[in-house]
């Protein structure tokens, strides 16, 4: 392509019917978003990304006939007045990152009302969109949250298809928390074909993500690096008495608690090395991870899931999910209902006696570095939110 296209600019299809670009819409490192007079928007490439190949795989992807609602793949290409290709006719995507409902205060402000059979739901469509794509041979490559944007819990949209594996052309891009470890020492994304079996690995994380709202599954306190306890699929969280002892402080200790078994049992045989779904050919598919999703669902709704313990149904518990049989007191610190055999002696819960620990310790470190009086007074400001 030898010139910028701009607002204004008259491009034309591969039909030669006409489209004109109107306001930008958005812009990355590919190229840039435009409305259209046409029910589409215009992904259009910056000038050095309008490579054979890029071209190659589009035309395939058009080939295919593909229509699935969310999925913003191209319908038709664009041409300039010289015949150069620059772009392509895609469904507009509406919502909010995916990515931003890791973040409890933005997943509020957005979605106030939700609970966790929302987050349940929207796993489902997102699953039923990646199945689709499966279905007709497609392997997304380059699944992660900044690629799925969330309008409702029903309504969500895949962008930035045309990185999808099609017809031999490999998905050039990707990160390293949704790569599977048998692909983690490889040179670059480019250079290979993925599997399924690797594409199942990043489905899996991504749902880990959404049930345990914005934690990734190899995260832990101490250890090795993310990427090292992928290669060692080394998994920090329980499942009954097996445990590496390596699950991150928090809330997310709580999230986990609160699904039901059988998920942290697919989850734990994912992601632990040996573990009965842990290899290329043995990850759980798109379709067989739908089904758990909808039984979790239909727990939810039924009121099932929160017969044991109505926390169950938020998306964010504060505490450790009840078991049958025990004797649940207050905690007189915190005021959360606490396992009466899991009170420590001066009668406050384990997780406020790991907070009180912790305030020692921090107030032992303060006292001996000196500091103004200023950053004394931030200093006892946290040790008081702590406990907040």
Known sequence: MSQVVKPGDVLHTQNQQSVTLGSVLGEGGEGSVFKTNTP????????????????????????????????????????????????????????????????KPLLKKKFPHWRKRDLVEL????????GYLHSKGIILGDINPDNILVRTSKEVYFVDCDSYQVDGYPCAVGIIPFTAPELQKKETYSSYLRTIGNENFAVAVLLFSLMVTGQMPYNQKGGETSQGNIINMDFSYPLGKKSNKKTPNGPWRFLWSHLPKYLKEAFYETFSKGGKYSTESTRLSALEWHKKLNSYLGLLDTGKMGEQDKMSEEIYPTRFKKQMGATYVKCPRCGEDVDKSHLCKEGICMECQRKMWLCHQLKKRASRIPVRRTSQSVSRSFFSCLFH
């Open 40 to 103: 589409y928007v215009a992904k259009v490439y910056k000038p050095e990304k309008t490579t054979t190949h890029r071209l190659a795989k589009l035309q395939a992807l058009l080939r295919m006939g593909l229509a699935c609602p969310g999925i913003c793949l191209p319908k038709a290409l664009l041409y300039n007045s010289k015949n150069e290709f620059v772009g392509y006719l895609m469904e507009k995507a509406e919502g909010v990152k995916l990515r931003n409902l890791y973040i």
């Open 123 to 130: 796993g489902i469509n997102i699953l039923l969109r990646i």
